[in-house]
């Protein structure tokens, strides 16, 4: 049986990701916590999402956000207790929901026991459980750049070498050469799938294979740092540390797995997930992501050009077809409100807002919908540097300001990419700080929470939050959603999206006007069809109507299932 066909509920499924910082805080400190998500079950099973997957609840000294852990067996105290987590775990099954947690092993936060013992001598028996290396001519060990500017080595004094973190200076990287850091993590895999639950979200999973000698890397023009990319991205070792995980840990349990991974192509893709291979269920991958960054980087705008996504989804569908499998997303906790992004979060706020979604859920994958997402909200436009909180930000705002660029540009590309776009706390109604919290958020709240809110969308039949509802039932009620071959048609159009699925003697049709202005729709002669079913649309549409060619209006996005 192809790939494709295989049946496996973590294909079925619609994945919800919480931050829980910005979700809901239960107890007025400003911060969302875990009895916080156990109060808004009931919407995510109104929702239809089949599994919730957790950013980092761990305790963390919270550098990054609680992607910096200094200890993976215990709960951070502005979340709750242990105890209030096993209540989340068993408030969640009993609605037949399912848990994954993220699984940060790249590195610890430098507060972890492991690296305390480490900094603290190098005769330390953990002293090689992290990158240690003497300077090089009075500098660092070599020339990387960190993800969150700056050098990618620290100096400690204790002993008078650096330690490489390829993100904050607070986050050590964790050295996979030592078998004794494999076991380690391994075990404490172990400790929480015993717990109940349900698979992980593995953070940059693909850096954790560093070519051991960590040679300089490559120096673009104008910029300070070299690139160790291809020093620590799909590493050497990695598909042996990846089976080995499978073999140890994964395959002992029925769960599902998923690995961020930047810089992967279709055919990495296709050795980390496929059937074969004993290494993850699928990866997410960033190509799409990058479609409006320039030569710069993230904050380097340039905008989208509709037929580079065409292409870019394509291939991603095609390559992995029968192959592997696609996870789609379009928002996460690190990237901007996709409205604001590639939609109309004015005049065509919620009609683009579908059109998005009806675009990413019908094609093959398993879906993932980020908190207020559903709801359609949208980039932050804070006026002042000091209203941000997200690392990356600050660090990028305060290098550039340093290195003369002008101030005001620099907060426009924070408008338009930075991670905080999504770290707004989620807007549940129209009272005080968006019904988040009764006490001061610890990010301010967008301010049209008045306008777009749950308690709003929850009340109104024609909301992005039911037709988020609509193509989630629909996913459930037509195997051809999650099974369906994919085929991309008018690849030219630079207006129209649109898409066939197959499974049999079944055809869905997706066509979706990816702008604000109307454009006619003209099906290609080699579809044929007897009957026509309109499953979904964002805009009222006369079902007499034939299909051959009919105008398309602004954002509109129409699936139909062909006989």
Known sequence: MPEQLQKKWWKESVVYQI?????????????????????????????????????????????????????????????????DW??????????????????????????????????????????????????????????????????????????????????SRKQPDLNWENPEVREAI?????????????????????????????????????????????????????????????????SNYDIMTVGEMPGVDVEEAVRY??????????????????????????????????????????????????????????????QPRIVSRWGDDGKYRVKSAKMLATLLHMMQGTPYVYQGEELGMTNVRFNSIDHYRDIETLNMYREKVADGWDPKAILHAIHVKGRDN????????????????????WIPVNPNFHEINAEQALKDPDSVFHHYRKLIALRKEHPIIVYGTYDLILP??????????????????????????ETRFCLPEEIRYREKELLIANDKVDEAEGIRSFPLRPYEARVYKLS
């Not at 550098?63 to 910096?68: E, K, L, V």
Request: hydrophobic share 35%; proline share 5%.
């Open 422 to 441: 999504a770290r707004t706390p989620i807007q549940w109604n129209d009272s005080d700080h968006a019904g988040f919290t009764d006490g001061t958020p």
């Open 492 to 517: 030219d159009h630079d207006r129209i999206f649109a898409y066939t699925r197959t499974l049999g003697r079944e055809k869905l049709l997706v066509v979706c006007n990816f702008y604000g202005e």
């Open 86 to 167: 096993e209540t989340l775990l068993k408030e969640v099954h009993a609605r037949g929901l399912k848990l994954i947690m993220d699984l940060v092993v790249n590195h610890t936060s430098d507060e972890h026991s492991w690296f305390l013992e480490s900094r603290s001598s190098k005769d330390n028996p953990r002293r090689k459980w992290y990158w240690w290396r003497p300077g090089v001519d009075g500098g660092e060990p070599n020339n990387w750049g960190s993800v969150f500017s700056g050098p990618a080595w620290t100096f400690d004094e204790t002993t008078g070498e650096y330690y490489l973190h390829l993100f």
């Open 186 to 250: 391994y075990d404490m895999m172990r400790w929480w799938l015993e717990k109940g639950i349900d698979g992980f979200r593995m953070d940059v999973i693909n850096f954790i294979s560093k070519v051991p000698e960590l040679p300089d890397g490559f120096v673009p023009e104008g910029e300070k740092y070299g690139l160790g990319a291809p020093s620590f991205m799909n590493g050497p070792r990695i598909h042996e540390f990846l089976r080995e995980m499978n073999r140890k840990v994964l």
């Open 19 to 83: 931050y829980p910082r910005s979700f809901n805080d239960s107890n007025g400190d400003g911060i969302g916590d875990l009895q916080g998500i156990i109060e808004k079950l009931d919407y995510l099973s109104l929702l239809g999402v089949d599994v919730i997957w957790l950013s980092p609840v761990y305790r963390s000294p919270n550098d990054d956000n609680g992607y910096d852990i200094s200890d993976y067996r215990a709960i951070m105290d502005e979340f709750g207790t242990m105890e």
């Open 273 to 334: 997930t496929g059937k074969d291979r004993e290494e993850l269920n699928m990866v997410f991958q960033f190509e799409h992501m990058e479609l409006d960054s320039g030569s710069g980087g993230k904050w380097d705008l340039r905008p989208l050009k509709l037929t580079d996504l065409k292409q870019s989804l394509t291939r991603w569908q095609k390559e992995l077809e029968g192959r592997g499998w696609n996870s789609l997303y379009w928002n996460n906790h690190d």
